[in-house]
């Protein structure tokens, strides 16, 4: 399993890594784009600066861009291209703005007849910098707009009912979307990774958002979902550093918000916390259950006070809020506990969740603790040091996880099990399970935050 702090810290790499690693396929799948006609608006002396719109065959238009000269973003070419298909195999059109890779081109389809945009239809068209869908399409395809960088603007048809897989990831220029009422899903990570998008309009039609599908978009500062939306997949909105609320239509039977937060609709779940929010918060006293995930990577988050009622905390809850300093349990809570900020279960015999923010560098897992849970000190980046006492037995996965500057772990009891990548860069998991596994009760240490080498340290 691929470390999770990185994959989220680095989401955006990983998104332009899969993106290039099928170019081959695009390009091979382009083919040359003959088009499916023979004509186009291509009579008279026009000059090459102007295209002689509009063209009624992907020839035509193909033709006109390779004898254009290069041009900038800001002086892009606007194409009108009126027809029935966009290519025998769907990517002609496409191929034809790759192979012409100097030219910017604005794109209007919205005179064409055709009904789907198929999936990796324009994928990597790095200088498409706008394109108009037209009311004919009722789909737009998995990756059809993927590493489109330069798009800043898209129209999209009224007739579209569903937006695919990734269909939009990676358009680091894309400002503004609106998506119609006609649609229904927007599918997982459609648009993740649209640095720039400041703005986002949810169509009444939508039902459904998928996991991850605006992650990653850091300038988006608010979020309205419509009353139809009855399911929002995890981690939507993750990594969304902007956003300060999320607001629920009032008519929605599924869903609720309040103070720009996302809880079921009888506000006993909280589903997602925006990650930009900032400051202190104090989980409502309706609240029972707090999703997996909920507060994942809300940097802003400083603390978190639990009130007597919440009994069901998921997984990976608080993870990577790199400004939480403590979380507080109420006395009266019969499922959870805290001591000095750091999260238990009730009898304190699991270490659920260490603050990253939390002040100190050396920790001592309390007597009585037999377990440290999955991911539960991920990232503390400020930890150099850390006793594990001899009532643990284990240690989960990735529970030390990127805790960078860790160089000293004690193990005061021998035998006890390290969870997969329980250390993974915070040293090398393998070294220090070798280490622990021969040497048992001790001191174990590597000479700087560089090394992956754990050795016992001389009594």
Request: net charge negative; with cysteine.
């Amino acid at each position: 399993m691929k470390n999770l702090f990185k994959v989220l810290e680095a989401m955006r790499n990983i998104a332009i890594i899969a993106l290039v690693a099928v170019i081959g396929f695009s390009f091979a799948a382009c083919g040359d784009g003959s088009g499916n006609g023979d004509g186009g608006g291509d009579n008279g002396s026009t000059s090459l600066s102007e295209p002689p719109n509009p063209f009624t065959s992907i020839a035509s238009m193909k033709a006109w861009l390779d004898s254009a000269p290069a041009n900038t973003a800001a002086t892009a070419y606007t194409i009108q291209l009126n027809v029935s298909d966009l290519g025998v195999d769907s990517y002609a059109v496409g191929s034809a703005l790759k192979t012409n890779d100097t030219k910017y081109v604005n794109l209007d389809l919205s005179g064409s007849s055709i009904t789907s945009i198929e999936e990796n239809a324009f994928f990597f068209c790095e200088k498409l910098t706008n394109v108009t869908i037209p009311n004919s399409v009722t789909s737009i395809g998995e990756m059809a707009f993927a590493g489109c960088f330069s798009l800043t603007d898209v129209t999209i048809g009224s007739g579209v009912t569903s937006i695919g897989v990734s269909a939009f990831i990676s358009c680091h220029g894309l400002t503004s979307v609106t998506i119609p009422d006609s649609v229904t899903s927007i599918g997982q990570q459609a648009f993740s990774y649209c640095e720039k998008l400041t703005g986002v309009t949810i169509g009444s039609g939508v039902t459904s958002i998928g996991f991850y599908a605006f992650s990653g978009c850091t300038s988006l500062t608010s979020v309205s979902i419509p009353s139809g939306v009855t399911s929002i997949g995890g981690q939507a909105f993750v990594n969304c550093t902007s956003l300060t609320a999320i607001t629920v239509d009032a008519g929605n039977t599924a869903y609720s918000s309040e103070d720009g937060v996302v809880y079921n609709k009888a506000k006993t779940t909280i589903v997602m916390y925006p990650a930009g929010k900032p400051g202190a918060f104090t989980i409502p006293s309706t609240v029972t259950s707090i999703e997996v995930q909920a507060f994942l990577s809300c940097t802003k988050l400083t603390s978190v006070t639990i009130g007597s009622g919440v009994t069901s905390i998921g997984g990976m809850a608080f993870s990577l809020c790199t400004s939480l300093t403590a979380i507080t349990v109420d006395t009266g809570n019969t499922a959870y506990s805290s001591d000095s900020g750091v999260l238990y279960n009730k009898a304190k015999t699991t270490l659920m969740q260490y603050p990253q923010a939390k002040m100190g560098s050396t920790f001592t897992i309390p007597d009585g603790v037999t377990s440290i849970g999955d991911y539960a000190l991920l990232g503390c980046t400020s930890l150099t040091s850390v006793t594990i006492s001899n009532t643990v037995t284990s240690i989960g996965r990735q529970t030390f996880s990127s805790c960078s500057s860790l160089t000293s772990v004690r193990f005061e009891k021998a035998g006890t099990t390290l969870g997969t990548d329980a250390f993974i860069d915070s040293g090398n998991t393998a070294s220090l399970q070798t280490a622990y596994t021969t040497g048992g009760v001790g001191t174990y240490t590597r000479p700087n935050t560089t090394s992956s080498t754990w050795t016992k340290k001389s009594s």
